[in-house]
């Protein structure tokens, strides 16, 4: 029981809590009701949004396992009490559960790509890739690793636009009501994508002042 509240605890299942919070508001209130309204067929199924979502819960939990992997050092100055890496969870499991919700998240993006739109595997892999390299170098640069996750996380509304219109639709006979339902959804997801990424990079910011003991010591060049 201890290891699985661990485990919880290094995925921060608040935060993925939110992301789907987030999406499933986006997806029913602002995508469903568009394309309701204008009588149309939602390609983005309730199945395929479902596996859309824990997609993105998958990669954005893989994200705070590698982060915490190589935040070790970092961590027993800043916050010793909350670690979860090798106090409770040995490094090398650390990996292998990073690598395995990483894979899971990245072969469901697939098969949503499939039934909607290649965009959303090729940027989901450019996440993974990102949070990768976000740990390992861009959090340690000027505002570079706070750009990142700030546009992180405005990818999880802007991936449910992309992901309910196909992308080979101009191949189609034109849909009456289509265009301005995607018009209006585009318009929703910038909105709240813009937003996502202010609050985020001003909470990322609010952490770098919490943690200059440690980023000093180890070179990180924070903007504080």
Known sequence: MKLLFAFFRLIRWRNLFFIALSQSLFYYDIIVSSFNDNH???????????????ASIFIAAAGYIINDYFDINIDQVNKPEKMVIE?????????????????????????VSFKTSYIVIIVNVLCTLLL???????KKKLLAGN????????WT?????????????????PVPGLSKAMNHIFKFAVLYAGFAFII?????VVKD?????????????TMP
């Open 209 to 221: 002042i919490e943690d200059m003991e440690g980023d000093a010591k180890y070179n990180c060049k």
């Open 147 to 154: 750009i990142i996750i700030s546009l992180l996380t405005a």
């Open 157 to 173: 509304i802007m991936v449910l636009y992309f992901a309910t219109g196909n992308t080979f639709h101009f191949l189609s006979p």
């Open 132 to 138: 990768w390299f976000y740990s390992t170098t861009f």
């Open 87 to 111: 106090k409770i969870i040995k490094r090398r499991w650390a990996m292998v559960l990073h690598w395995v919700i990483t894979t899971v998240g990245l072969i469901i993006s697939l098969y």
């Open 200 to 204: 985020s990079l001003i909470r990322e």
């Open 40 to 54: 149309l067929l939602l390609h983005l199924t309730q199945p395929l949004f479902f596996l859309l979502m824990f």
